[in-house]
């Protein structure tokens, strides 16, 4: 619900207001209507960022004159930009046919109405960003209103107008658009998201093809993955009962390794299994780097939530030429950020934990630091097997996985999986343990941090 205060509604008498209801309705709710009704036109002179031409566009269209109009609105975070944008295309396209007609322009003069694409599981859909949209009476209510998408500089607005005499209708039409895009319109919930910074715009939201990794073909000791469910999972299992017992429902995991060791790949497993019901959200370095607390709050409507934030430790140079102390500056306003809200999960990975000092890491609330250790030489047995095995029976049966587990002491997954890469690009598939012997003692397959594909 708007208060008056999101809505930047002034004081004001209620009497003599032209708005009145009929006198049909009791007094209570009648006093309602008028306060309502005086404070939506209250909002219209308060409102800078919607020029005077929507009003007469919106006046012409509701057939009164421009100083009886009056309009309902609410800033909008980017997120719920393009939720309503979403909702907003919807009702064009459900009324393009209505006899009628939607009359529909750009929110300046000579601006036409602007669409941009919104991507979910990889589908396109193309939703409005900034227009007026003028609905004849009876097709979303009543009475004839113009809603008003805007995005100026990154503030965004949505607005309902109408006739004064109509602003209770024109108040509920926003109401229920905000409502319907938060919640059973909204396509991003339970859905793998990446949240990422765009130029002119701000924080945005995309929801690309989920990831299908399986926990089966990543190899790690079984602890660990004790660990992380217990503390993933766990949390989301749990999360009523934590609620109800108040004992907190959000939790912080740092995953910490050498490079190449699987920690991406286990947030892409978490997020794989956890979709449909949670909804996970992968932030690139620019978007926690700027908007962290902005993501935070978007959360709050998709939530439970799982967040992910890889490389953390190199986040904080690229934000600020890597100077000491800032790292813990930045820990600290993720921790504002990750404890404000609750059934939210965040997942970091970091290569250098000891660039994390520990008074940051408690303040960060990250609960549980894991180490991603590099493989054991059984490990490497089965990650080897794990990327031979598809090659077919032949390789299966002649490779000693064995032998070549003994001689790459030391490798990570990520150097293993390139071994074998190499070995079918030099053997057209056909690979065998001398080959791969020969490229392991070669130094064939290791990689700086961040080579492999
Ligand atoms: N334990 C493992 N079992 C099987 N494959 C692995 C394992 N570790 C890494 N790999 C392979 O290496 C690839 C790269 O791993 P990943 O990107 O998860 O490493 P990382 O720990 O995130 O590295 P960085 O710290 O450089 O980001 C994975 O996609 C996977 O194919
Ligand atoms: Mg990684």
């Known amino acids: 619900m708007m208060s008056s205060d999101q809505m930047g509604l002034g004081d004001g008498a209620l009497a003599d207001h032209p708005g009145a209801p009929p006198s049909r309705v009791p007094a209570s709710v009648a006093m309602v209507f008028q306060h309502l009704a005086h404070v939506l036109d209250s909002s219209v002179r308060s409102s800078p960022s919607v020029p005077v031409p929507i009003r007469e566009f919106a006046a012409e269209h509701c057939g009164v004159a421009p100083g009886e109009m009056v309009c309902a609105s609410e ?6 930009t393009q939720l309503v944008g979403r909702v907003l295309g919807r009702l064009l396209h459900a009324h393009e046919h209505a006899p009628a007609g939607v009359a529909v322009r750009g929110v300046d003069d000579n601006d036409p109405p602007h669409w941009e694409r919104l991507v979910v599981d990889g589908h396109v859909e193309m939703i409005p960003s900034s227009m007026a949209a003028a609905f004849p009476s009876g097709a979303i209510t009543e009475a004839p209103v113009v809603l008003v998408l805007e995005e100026r500089y990154g503030d965004r607005q949505i ?32 859905k793998v998201l990446e949240a990422t910074i765009e130029m002119n715009r701000g924080l945005v939201f995309r929801a690309p093809k989920p990831p299908t990794a399986e926990r089966h073909r990543l190899v790690l000791p079984d602890a660990l993955w004790e660990e992380i469910d217990l503390n993933v999972h766990g949390l989301f299992a749990n999360l009523e009962r934590l609620q109800a017992a108040d004992l907190g429902t959000n939790r912080g995991l740092l995953l910490v390794g050498p490079p190449g060791t699987g920690k991406t790949w286990i947030c892409k497993v978490l997020a794989a299994e956890l979709a449909g019901e949670v909804t996970v959200v992968f932030c690139s370095a620019r978007a926690v780097t700027h908007c962290i607390g902005l993501i935070y709050e978007e959360v709050k409507w998709l939530a439970p939530a799982l967040v992910v934030i890889e490389d953390i430790d190199l986040i904080v140079p690229n934000r600020a030429h890597a100077q000491s102390g800032l790292l813990q500056e930045f820990l600290l306003a993720l921790d504002g950020a990750m404890t404000s809200h609750g059934g939210v999960v965040t997942v970091a990975t970091t290569n250098a934990v000891d660039s994390i000092d520990d008074a940051a890491k408690r303040a960060a609330r990250f609960d549980r630091i894991l180490e991603v250790p590099k493989p054991t030489e059984e490990g490497r047995r089965k990650i080897l097997k794990t990327y031979l095995d598809p090659l077919g029976a032949g390789v299966r049966a002649s490779v000693d996985v064995q032998r070549v587990a003994a001689l790459t002491e030391g490798a990570t997954g990520a150097e293993l999986r390139e071994l074998v890469r190499l070995a079918v690009l030099h053997t057209d598939g056909v690979v065998s343990t001398e080959i791969l012997v020969r490229l392991a003692n070669d130094g064939a397959a290791s990689t700086a941090p961040g080579m492999y594909l």
Do not use: C, K, M
């Open 75 to 80: 800033d909008l975070s980017a997120l719920t």
């Open 159 to 190: 607005s309902v107008w109408s006739a004064r005499a109509h602003a209770e209708q024109g108040y509920t039409v926003l109401q229920e658009i905000l409502e319907r895009a938060r919640t059973v319109d909204n396509p991003f919930r339970g």
